[in-house]
Structures are given as structure tokens and as C-alpha cells.
Nanobody, 113 residues
Framework: QVQLVQSGGGLVQPGGSLRLSCAASGSIFSSYIMGWYRQAPGKQRELVASITTDRSTNYADSVKGRFTISRDNAKNTVYLQMNNLKPEDTAVYYC???????WGQGTQVTVSS
């Protein structure tokens, strides 16, 4: 069982940056593929980015070139660096352990002037 605790997020102007963190505990973090999802009001939850155990990454087309997912296995933490944020990035962001139903608690990101 893996417990996930998120931090970061908040309100930022268009073009700004934020970094989300997701700290894992309770199991062998380095053995898991990790992902960041987001859910905007009235929309389905979607996968934004993922990172494998050997740090291969994948991104949704909507965030390619702007978002970067990374992991620090020594700190049991996965990050999502979000640059050049747009109003359409506004959503609740969740981290998740692939292959399980272990989700973080969710973090609100609001991009607005």
C-alpha cells in the first residue's frame, strides 16, 4: 500500500509557473510508474504526464513542451513542473501510482488574470 501526499498548486497568472509535489510512503516508491492527472469542472479526469521507473516520460499533447514530470527516488517524490500556464490548465491535479487505485488528495491549480 502506498500513501500519497500532494503539495504545491494555487493561483497563478497566465504565463506563470507552478510546481506540484507528490510524496509517497509505505512501499517501495522506485518500483512504481507514477502519473499526474487532472480534472477540470464538468470534464473527465485525464492523464497529463507519466514517468517510468527508468525515468522515461510521456505527456498529453496539450502540455508537451510546457510541463515536466520528474522523480526523486531518494525522496520518494514525484514532481510536475508546469510552465507557461494557460487558463485551460485550470483543474484539480492528482498524482497516482499506476496499476493501483492509490491517488493523492488532489491539488487545485487555477490560472487566471
Amino acid at each position: 500500500q502506498v500513501q500519497l501526499v500532494q503539495s504545491g498548486g494555487g493561483l497563478v497568472q497566465p504565463g506563470g509557473s507552478l510546481r506540484l509535489s507528490c510524496a509517497a510512503s509505505g512501499s517501495i516508491f522506485s518500483s512504481y510508474i507514477m502519473g499526474w492527472y487532472r480534472q477540470a469542472p464538468g470534464k473527465q479526469r485525464e492523464l497529463v504526464a507519466s514517468i517510468t521507473t527508468d525515468r522515461s516520460t510521456n505527456y498529453a499533447d496539450s502540455v508537451k513542451g510546457r510541463f515536466t514530470i520528474s522523480r526523486d527516488n531518494a525522496k520518494n517524490t514525484v514532481y510536475l513542473q508546469m510552465n507557461n500556464l494557460k487558463p485551460e490548465d485550470t483543474a484539480v491535479y492528482y498524482c497516482k501510482v499506476f496499476g493501483t487505485q492509490n491517488w493523492g488528495q488532489g491539488t487545485q491549480v487555477t490560472v487566471s488574470s
